[in-house]
């Protein structure tokens, strides 16, 4: 079965910068763009990025565009994004995901930023 692990999220100051990982099994990663999403507590996912296979990026969001960066290791089956000069508004469970036919999704890690 398809399996989506994050890890790397947690509490950090505003101005910080945590750094998730995304670690997959399960579907042959190198051939398929993954995305990150998050979601504020009571707030609808929000798309925020997305890599094709081969790591070329787009942000969608623009309120994290020049601060977060999508990437990714074929040989490792990761995901990543980079998130730098975190706000409070930043603060939500992170999401990665993969659509193959359907979307597939991991559990989720908790950013929360504040003083």
């Known amino acids: 079965q398809k399996q989506l692990v994050e890890s790397g999220g947690g509490l950090v100051q505003p101005g910080g910068s945590l750094t998730l990982s995304c670690v997959t099994s399960?579907?042959?990663?190198?051939?398929?763009?993954m995305n990150w999403y998050r979601q504020a507590p009571g707030k609808g996912r929000e798309l925020l990025a997305s890599?094709?296979?081969?790591?070329?990026?787009?942000i969608y969001e623009n309120s994290v565009r020049g601060r977060f960066i999508i990437s990714r290791d074929n040989a490792k089956n990761t995901l990543y994004l980079q998130m730098n000069n975190l706000k409070p508004e930043d603060t939500a469970v992170y999401y990665c995901?993969?659509?193959?036919?359907?979307?597939?999704w991991g559990r989720g890690t908790q950013v929360t930023v504040s003083s």
């Open positions: 399960g579907f042959d990663f190198s051939l398929w763009p």
């Open positions: 995901n993969v659509y193959i036919t359907e979307s597939y």
């Open positions: 890599i094709t296979n081969i790591g070329m990026p787009t």
